[in-house]
């Protein structure tokens, strides 16, 4: 079942090729069976993403990498409280709540750290969504079907992180026109989203829209291969998560 | 039996007609929500639960209360229920109806509701709560109807149906416990993540739905002359109160765990909810206190024998234990399992007057749903001669 779904995207792609083109017969034949990953993928078992926040000074260095996320995903700029975040940054208390040590440096009193979502092993968020819109790829990725999402929002009582959100009005009122990715699908209001730690990307064989423009400062790569960066940086670098206590095992990890 | 919906006094179909209008009218608010989407309520990112979800809850409870008369009734052959029984299972449907309406309003996109059914998941909770939810709706339209049948052919109810009542009753729980788990599953929601959540929604909907039920039976009793009996009331009332007790003893354990163990994730959300957060006071915090008062208040009128009997007093009870288990069930629960947020930081959360619209559309229907079943049920009593006083 999750082979199909992982080609929600490719099958979206191609349907709306079909739909305007009036080839819809011969489209359908053509998505049915599995799909196969490309040459050029970029392949892992287990996806990880280790963010040195050393090399971040202030919020402003962290904004080329909020703004490649949210250009690669057409994410709306709604203001107030409804609003859509894949990728932003709060303070360290907000961020890791299970510290609760007042005397700490300025650096992290004051500082600003990235969140998104954190690609559990064992995901609050798929293991309560009714519909399997919500679910864990092969790789590691939780990833969205945003065409089967029914908005019960039950993912986002149940992610930790708060990384999930809804579409409260319409998305495509909110985004620049022409799209900013018009390779990405725009979303539908009623529906649930957050980061996909860029899956569209690697199968392209694209490293993530945000570690790309972090120069280094972000490491990307298999939790599972121990000669891969997120590894050496792991084994080299004290690093934390957010909330551990809870057993969700998340794949962002923060060099501190 | 439904052609008796049809004869019925000017009254009648005034109420009919009254809750149609109000049907109209928050179907038309509804409509702004499906094309401008959940903008129009006041859930937000942080609080993406609110007003609907915590109604859908209520109503669990109130659906499943109807198993503190059937099981009297049935496993300790209590006869004194029977004649209020089909009330209380009406009153059940109508209930499952408006749980279900309550999710429908809620969900984004509620065209694709069916994908629940279309994409089965067992590992979501919300899979068995529809489950359990349907299940529970067509036992008691098949046992409601066929043992009014009975009463209506002043025959006794055929010998197969008793098996689909003890099954009622197990399955009455079963809905609640579901509806709890919902909640107390989510790790990270320091108010839900508590072990007492499905024991306490038990005790609130046992002593809340039962109530309500009186409530309406003391109007109906006003309007129809149908006297459940005074024996029935009584009983019933000793059950609510018991209920009650436990209700507010399960809360107060909470209360202690939180406190004592001083962990501040277990005590952030019940000192949001009666303190509020930096000085700042939400509006739930005055509700919680009304909550607290009125709770006590209603103990200290139902524990004492001649408080609780006096017949006059007893509707001011049960009027004050419903909109204190209502406050905590259909408004503390929500706001307080998501305030504080997953970032131990504080999002305002108020219903909007359109989801409030909405939501009272919904009573509406379940008025309708309920009114209709009990003029069914109120033609056939005063057919069969269980209607009046010492019939």
Same mark, same amino acid.
């Given at each position: ?256 | ?179 709890? %788990? /919902?909640? *107390? $599953?989510?790790? &990270?929601?320091?108010? +839900?993540? @508590?072990?007492? !959540?499905? =024991? ?71 000192? %949001? /909810?009666? *303190? $509020?957060?930096? &000085?700042?006071?939400? +509006?739930? @915090?005055?509700? !919680?206190? =009304? ?82 079943? +009990? ?17």
């Amino acid at each position: 079942m999750n082979n199909s779904r992982r080609t929600f995207l490719k099958v979206a792609g191609v349907s709306a090729f079909a739909l305007t083109t009036g080839v819809a017969g011969a489209a359908q034949a053509k998505i049915i069976g599995t799909y196969e990953q490309g040459d050029k993928a970029l392949k892992a078992k287990r996806w990880a993403m280790v963010i040195d926040t050393r090399k971040f000074t202030s919020a402003d260095d962290y904004k080329p990498l909020i703004d490649a996320c949210h250009k690669a995903h057409n994410v709306p700029a709604i203001p107030g409280n409804q609003e859509i975040k894949w990728m932003w940054l709060d303070h360290y208390d907000r961020v890791f709540t299970d510290d609760m040590n007042a005397n700490l440096p300025d650096k992290f009193k004051k500082g600003m750290f990235p969140l998104l979502c954190n690609h559990c092993t064992n995901p609050p968020c798929v293991r309560v969504c009714p519909t399997g819109a919500t679910y864990k790829m092969h790789d590691g990725i939780i990833a969205m079907d945003y065409h089967r999402c029914i908005g019960c929002r039950f993912c986002m009582a149940g992610c930790p992180y708060g990384a999930r959100s809804f579409n409260f009005v319409d998305p495509r009122k909110f985004i620049a026109d022409p799209v900013p990715n018009p390779e990405y699908p725009t979303r539908m209001i009623g529906v649930v989203e957050k980061c996909t730690f860029c899956a569209e990307r690697l199968a392209k064989g694209l490293r993530p829209a945000c570690v790309e423009a972090a120069n280094g400062a972000v490491m990307f790569g298999d939790l599972d291969d121990p000669n891969s960066d997120v590894r050496k940086a792991l084994a080299e670098n004290f690093s934390i998560r957010r909330k551990p206590s809870l057993g969700t095992q998340p794949g962002v990890y923060y060099l501190i | 039996m439904v052609e008796r919906l049809l004869t019925g006094s000017k009254r009648y179909y005034m109420w009919l007609g009254f809750l149609c209008l109000l049907i109209l009218a928050s179907f038309c608010v509804y409509w702004t929500q499906l094309t401008e989407g959940l903008g129009v309520t006041g859930m937000n990112r942080d609080v993406s639960w609110g007003l609907y979800i915590s109604q859908f809850t209520y109503f669990v409870g109130v659906a499943a209360s109807a198993v503190m008369l059937v099981l009297p009734a049935y496993f300790h052959h209590y006869k004194k229920f029977k004649r209020m029984i089909i009330f209380g299972e009406f009153m059940a449907i109508a209930a499952v109806v408006m749980c279900a309406l309550f999710i429908v309003v809620d969900l984004g996109q509620p065209q694709r509701a069916m994908n629940v059914m279309l994409h089965p998941t067992p590992n979501s909770v919300m899979f068995y709560d529809m489950i359990v939810l349907i299940g529970y709706l067509c036992l008691n339209l098949v046992i409601g109807w066929v043992t009014l049948e009975a009463e209506r052919l002043d025959m006794d109810p055929p010998k197969w149906i008793k098996f689909f009542i003890y099954l009622s009753v197990i399955w009455a729980f079963s809905i609640h416990t579901v509806t709890a %788990f /919902l909640y *107390a $599953g989510i790790p &990270g929601r320091h108010y +839900w993540l @508590t072990a007492i !959540m499905a =024991a306490r929604f038990l005790s609130s909907a046992f002593c809340s739905g039962p109530a309500i039920l009186l409530l309406l039976m003391f109007v109906l009793k006003r309007l129809t002359g149908f006297n459940p009996g005074e024996e029935a009331v009584k009983t019933l009332t000793k059950i609510i109160t018991y209920a009650m007790c436990i209700n507010v003893f399960f809360y107060c354990l909470e209360l202690f765990t939180a406190f004592y163990s001083n962990i501040p994730g277990h005590m952030e959300p019940l000192i %949001f /909810l009666f *303190a $509020g957060h930096g &000085g700042h006071v939400a +509006w739930v @915090t005055y509700w !919680m206190w =009304a909550a607290v008062i009125l709770a006590f208040a209603s103990l200290a009128m139902l524990i004492p024998p001649s408080l609780r009997d006096n017949m006059k007093l007893l509707p001011y009870a049960l009027g004050m234990l419903v909109l204190a288990s209502w406050i905590d069930k259909g408004l503390g629960l929500l706001v307080g399992g998501f305030t504080p947020n997953m970032f131990e930081a504080v999002t305002p959360y108020v219903p909007t007057f359109r989801e409030i619209m909405v939501a009272l559309g919904v009573y509406a229907i379940g008025a309708l749903v309920l009114s209709l079943l +009990w003029k069914i049920a109120l033609d056939v009593k005063k057919g069969s001669g269980h209607f009046g006083e010492g019939e």
